[in-house]
């Protein structure tokens, strides 16, 4: 297997609630919602950098689709993490997913192993990580 991860799909309750959150809330462009002529496809992307997408997927459908039940979430089973070249910009971003509708877990501050970060759920508890870290350098 090459190291190399090309989409994440979140499995989502309202597929429209979580896309006003990422593409109105959040600001990420994308073409809506599409598949709708298929049974069970109705689908959002978002093409990010590097070649990544972000799916919204009914979580009923990507449970159907894998073939495993639909479980209680936990937030802590993974986050997804979003880098940004300053401290100011975390601020900024997780303003912006407070004002879309995201719940704060975190507030930003220092990280103990350095950088400066916090943490905030989307509308399904998906959980996100706004982070400066002055080892990475961040590309456009």
């Known amino acids: ?16 609630k ?23 496809g109705a689908v959002v992307f978002f093409h990010m950098t590097n070649g990544l997408i972000l799916a919204l997927w009914p979580k009923k459908e990507l449970a159907k ?10 937030a802590a089973e993974f986050s997804i993490g979003h880098n940004v070249k300053t401290k100011a910009e975390v601020d900024v971003v997780m303003q912006q997913a407070e004002k879309a509708g995201a719940t ?28 400066w870290n002055p080892q990475f350098k961040i590309e456009e």
């Open 1 to 16: 297997m090459k190291p190399r991860i090309s989409v994440i799909t979140l499995g989502v309750s309202d597929l429209e």
């Open 18 to 40: 979580s896309l006003t959150f990422y593409r109105d809330g959040l600001g990420l462009p994308t073409k809506g919602i599409i598949g709708t002529e298929f049974e069970g």
């Open 65 to 74: 689709d894998a073939r495993v039940p639909v479980a209680a979430p936990s």
């Open 104 to 131: 704060i877990t975190d507030p930003p501050h220092d990280r103990i192993r350095g950088g400066y970060a916090g943490y905030f759920q989307d509308p399904d508890g998906h959980l996100w990580e706004v982070a």
